[in-house]
């Protein structure tokens, strides 16, 4: 009985309830062999745990990791964009040493708060914007996109001036420097009439007449004839006069 005890499959063992396990038990007590007693109690030990498996509560089961917050898109896209802007007819500038100072009268600034107004300082630009105007246009802008000079951002900034001006006030990154204009217009306007002086180098007095003649309006057209006419009499007034 013993040898074929030991023969049974684990799987035909473990098909058994609590008779099996008594009958094991008792089987036990009663081996003499050591390998009978080790397979004895290894397959009683296996019984008492799946005893013990099937009537302990069940476990809670695990809960699901919470949902990854889903991205929030960020956009960089300044809220101005998408708010159209009138320009400024009236402003004035003038200049230190050290300072370039805009002045920029604003109908309606009175009822607007400071966080409506917003001054962008680059090196070679700026952009003031103000939004929320009590009359139209109920949005300004100035925008110079390159200035008559460079400037330090970090130290320019703008003042209210109650009751409606504002302010721009820019410190020069060159001390001394003077600029021609508040933006580059001068700069360009030069850089044109040099530009024009070293192309009309060598050309005789007929040819510049006659670039000036076709450059001109027409008030001005009308000017370089008459001139023109008082001089050729002119001239031939004086080879008569030889």
Not at 10 to 33: D, N, Q
Not at 84 to 108: H, N, P
Request: glycine share 6%.
């Amino acid at each position: 009985r013993k040898a074929s005890l030991i023969a049974l499959p684990a799987a035909a063992v473990s098909m058994v309830g609590t008779a099996v396990e008594s009958e094991l038990a008792l089987l036990l007590r009663h081996a003499k062999r050591d390998v009978s007693q080790e397979l004895l109690q290894g397959e009683l030990d296996r019984i008492k745990r799946e005893k013990l498996s099937s009537s302990a509560p069940a476990a809670p089961q695990p809960r699901p990791p919470p949902a990854a917050p889903q991205p929030v898109k960020v956009t960089t896209e300044t809220p101005s964009t998408s708010i159209r802007f009138g320009s400024f007819s009236r402003y004035s500038w003038d200049q230190s040493a050290k300072w370039v100072k805009v002045y920029l009268t604003v109908d309606g600034l009175e009822g607007v708060c400071d966080e409506k107004i917003s001054a962008i300082f680059e090196d070679e630009a700026l952009r003031l914007e103000i939004v929320g105007l009590g009359v139209m246009p109920h949005n300004r802008r100035l925008a110079l996109s390159v200035l008559g000079g460079r400037v330090l951002p970090d130290d320019c900034r703008w003042i209210r001036k109650p009751p409606d001006t504002i302010l721009l006030k820019m410190r020069k990154a060159t001390d001394g420097e003077e600029w021609a204009s508040l933006d580059n217009s001068a700069a360009k306007k030069a850089k044109e009439h040099q530009e024009k002086v070293e192309a009309n180098k060598g050309k005789s007095t007929a040819e510049l007449l006659s670039q000036m003649y076709a450059e001109a309006d027409e008030d001005g057209k009308a000017a370089l004839s008459k001139a023109w006419e008082e001089g050729r009499e002119k001239r031939e007034a004086k080879k008569k006069g030889l």
